[in-house]
């Protein structure tokens, strides 16, 4: 769990450099803001003051608790799953290349400061000027970074004629197909790109999703977003796996973080996976995420065998059936034919896997007595061709936990490489 | 915040014993699942197994992280806020007063059991029978109490004359008028019983409400329900005070738990408010919800000075304006006219006081591009006709705040007083 130790207000950093335009954040936040005349003034710069006050502390505070922005891949993949999601889909309306470049190099100049604990913009919350708006919009402040991450991609309908981007386009972001029994709903699905927010404290996921979509105000706008829960950030690493709605444990056979060997193999993308205008996706990942309603009043009234069949794992340990511990070996054709973890099994899929990242939702209720609740379903892949589109196939075909499931929402984006420093998000496809 | 005690196995408790009926409770977890069979075999009871496995700990654990479900009021009014909230609104469907005595006696056997941390009926969420349902969901085990509290309340609704209940309707129990800008939902407002879970882990709380849902199966069910957050549960109790999405710190002005006489003035029903079959108030207390929308792309491009003119306290201290500190005493007619503070404050009130417990709400996004977010305003009281009415009557004329808001749902409820030990939920309405 994040460790107590106080955190001191800390000098604001250096305005990012390089790639990252400060003109364009002051225009972002001037424009979300009283226009021109603040901008022109420079009160609003991309700088970033510490978003705590004097002699606050509490968890969740000190640099241990900040995932650091930079580095070979986005965070947010392989880092330790947060208790707290907030994800989005935008539209971009930006109309030229530039627009695009410049909102990617705004987010991350703010992304920057978030995932850092810091307010964005000169004055941050309270410190500008009073007749302008503030920078911050203020709700996060005191609540530290609580191990903040911000990971985004572009989806499939980024790759069209309006920024000259469709020879970039990979060859592995295929549009998914549709599967048996899908009840999507368009308004809830795709966006030209996406941004997962997860950290440690609700409020500081929302600021964060929050203050990009008033960054991107006139140059992309949210599409639809969903909120996600795992468990409360107070639990220590060493607590037992989190349990789905179905109070089974969920997320037993995720490939760890630390075996990169593993990570290299399924989850980021290689350099001698495209070739070309696509080329620049090495180091990134494909993410798919899936709204899945999961039908709870009927599954309480099955029977705990049959749930445990349905699964191919025992319900308390998690263990797989006829095994005594959670993380035993197992030969996937032991457990019952139609079984999920028998079919989304490796060795059932050529190989495949996945590192699934999942929050359970619950967004109020269907209008008919019910709960509207299931797993906001997130995998990250190295090719979904290879791994969720096949594991999907076989699982909506004979899986028989696809009784108890409606996917309501859908998506699928390139996720970015990780940013260098004085880099931006996006850099590698937009600066070809 | 919640200490670090590694939590042992403890042992079931007795089942609750006197007003609530075991039989009731074999026959709600029995006809959510496979009914009569079920019951009749018992083997599902109204008694509690420890929801953690050997050997897990973590915070949320110890006994220190359980608030008593027994005593003079109930829990989660003068509670130390929680960090999360799941409340649920639901219709009655029983249709005779036993069956309506039944449902609240074993929501009374599951509350005690899940605010203890204890998983519901016999065989909790493994250990039953393996052909049947579990008596348990299971998604909370290894989660702990987390300090989980479950208040439940009557709406006017109760009082027609279904249960014969209309003489034993409090006067102060009125239907709340139509405010100016109301833009209230019917189908998310009112209900004929309500129930706030709050807890420190989301989950803990949404297995609560799912727990109870299922009970009632035949006897009630969900007419809406509404996920709120505030901040991570990690924030120690000396932590600053929680903000809202407009950035501002939220309940400096609450009353103290400690100031017992403020909450006999202002929050608990007292033996002389109400007389005859109505008396059963006493001890309880009114809460009324009101879901609002906050306009919050408008708010972020108000200026800081008008922001804190609107509101009448400073964004960074929350100081009242011209002061310095947050909690310093003030005169609410030094504050701008139109600015909430003053107008909601006790003084320009008749000296009436709110027990304020809001919870922020982010809900997707509006279908228009903005997320669908504001607070969900909790706020419980002696006398809805001498606090709440009259201060949304001033505010929603002449608060400055108003132009930002909407109030898009709402309900009041009478509370129940406390249980004590081996009663139930309403017995003192339902035993006259
Ligand atoms: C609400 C829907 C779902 C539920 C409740 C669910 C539940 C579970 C559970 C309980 C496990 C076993 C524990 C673990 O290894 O994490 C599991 C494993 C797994 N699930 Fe799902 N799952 C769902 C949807 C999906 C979907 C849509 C896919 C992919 C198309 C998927 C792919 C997998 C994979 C690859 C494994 C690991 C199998 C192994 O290697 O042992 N799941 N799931
Ligand atoms: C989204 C809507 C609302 C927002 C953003 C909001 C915000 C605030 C803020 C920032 C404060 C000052 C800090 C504090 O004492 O807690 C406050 C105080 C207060 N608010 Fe609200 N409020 C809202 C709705 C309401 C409503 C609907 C009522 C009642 C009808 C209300 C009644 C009060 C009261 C009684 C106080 C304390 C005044 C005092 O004694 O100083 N508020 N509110």
Chains 1, 2 share one sequence.
């Not at 000098?11 to 005349?37: D, E, I, K, Q, T």
């Not at 999601?85 to 410049?102: C, I, K, P, Q, Y």
């Not at 979509?213 to 706008?221: E, S, V």
Request: aromatic letters at 6%.
């Amino acid at each position: 769990m994040a460790p107590k130790t106080p955190r001191t207000t800390t000098s604001a950093p250096a305005a990012p450099s390089g790639g990252v335009s400060r003109r364009g954040l002051l225009a972002a936040l001037g424009s979300g803001a009283v226009g021109a005349g603040l901008v022109g003034a420079g009160v609003v710069a991309a700088e970033a003051s510490a978003r705590s006050s004097s002699g606050s502390s509490g968890a969740g505070g000190g640099s241990a608790s900040v995932v650091p922005f930079h580095g070979e891949h986005q965070a947010g993949i392989a880092t330790d799953v947060q208790a707290n999601l907030h994800f989005a889909a935008f539209d971009v309306t930006a109309t030229s290349r530039d627009e695009l470049v410049s909102l990617l190099q705004d987010w991350t100049a703010a992304a920057v400061a978030l995932t850092a604990g810091k307010e964005v913009g000169a004055g941050g919350a309270t410190g500008g000027r009073p007749l302008a708006p503030p920078s911050d919009t203020g709700e996060a402040v005191d609540l530290h970074a609580n191990r903040l991450t911000l990971t985004v991609g572009a989806g499939p309908s980024l790759f069209d004629d309006r920024f000259g981007l469709a020879a970039a386009r990979p060859a592995a972001l295929v549009d998914l197909p549709a599967f048996p029994a899908d009840a999507l709903v368009p308004e809830r699905s795709d966006g030209d790109l996406c941004v997962q927010a997860c950290a440690d404290d609700p409020q500081v996921a929302v600021h964060a999703i929050r203050t990009l979509t008033r960054i991107a105000a006139g140059r992309a706008a949210v599409r639809w977003a969903q909120l996600g829960y795992g468990r409360a950030a107070t639990v220590d690493p060493g607590a037992p796996t989190p349990r789905n709605l179905f109070g089974f444990k969920d997320g037993t056979a995720n490939p760890a973080a630390s075996d990169t060997a593993t990570l290299d193999d399924q989850v980021w993308v290689q350099p001698s996976d495209e070739q070309g205008a696509a080329a620049w996706v090495a180091g990134g990942s494909y993410l798919v995420a899936r709204r899945i309603r999961m039908h709870i009043e009927t599954w309480d009234r099955t029977s705990l065998q049959e749930q445990e069949q349905v699964i191919g794992r025992t319900k308390g340990s998690g263990a797989p059936l006829g095994h005594a511990g959670e993380h035993d070996a197992f030969d996937a054709r032991t457990l019952p034919a139609s079984s999920h973890v028998r079919l989304a099994h490796p060795s059932m899929n050529g190989g495949a896997q996945m590192l699934r990242r999942g929050y359970n939702f619950t967004d109020g209720t269907d209008g008919l007595g019910h709960l509207d609740a299931g797993l906001f379903f997130l995998a990250y892949q190295r090719d979904v061709r290879k791994a969720f589109i096949p594991i999907q196939t076989a699982l909506a075909r004979q899986d028989a936990l696809s009784e108890y499931l409606e996917h309501t929402a859908s998506g699928v984006w390139a996720v970015f490489p990780g940013v260098p420093q004085g880099g931006y998000l996006g850099q590698q496809l937009l600066s070809v």
